[in-house]
């Protein structure tokens, strides 16, 4: 079955970095659009940013020259490296993976990120 399966959260101070993985399963992943979502307590659940299958990204303004997405195809990987954290980083981060026409889109369940002194 599928399965995204996020790991390297945790507590990290302000300006320091973190690298979130994704490790996928079940479905053609060097076919899916990846990405990267945050839901911090009280708001919404956010896009951080996305990687195509053809490698092209995009982010959030708010992330902008500070999180880099990657993805490793060979190992059904999926990558986000965060550095210059921010308080308002703080966030349930989720894996995403989904095909262009929607109707595959699928979550993992999420690995916490703290970012505070």
């Known amino acids: 079955q599928v399965q995204l399966v996020e790991s390297g959260g945790g507590l990290v101070q302000p300006g320091g970095s973190l690298r979130l993985s994704c490790a996928a399963s079940g479905f053609f992943f060097s076919s899916k659009t990846m990405g990267w979502y945050r839901q911090a307590p009280g708001k919404q659940r956010e896009l951080v940013a996305t990687?195509?299958?053809?490698?092209?990204?995009n982010y959030a303004d708010s992330v902008k020259g500070r999180f880099t997405v990657s993805r490793d195809n060979a190992k059904n990987t999926v990558y986000l490296q965060m550095n210059s954290l921010k308080p308002e980083d703080t966030a349930v981060y989720y894996c995403n993976g989904r095909s262009q026409n929607g109707l595959f889109n699928y979550w993992g369940r999420g690995t916490q990120v703290t970012v505070s002194s």
């Open positions: 990687i195509t299958s053809s490698g092209s990204t």
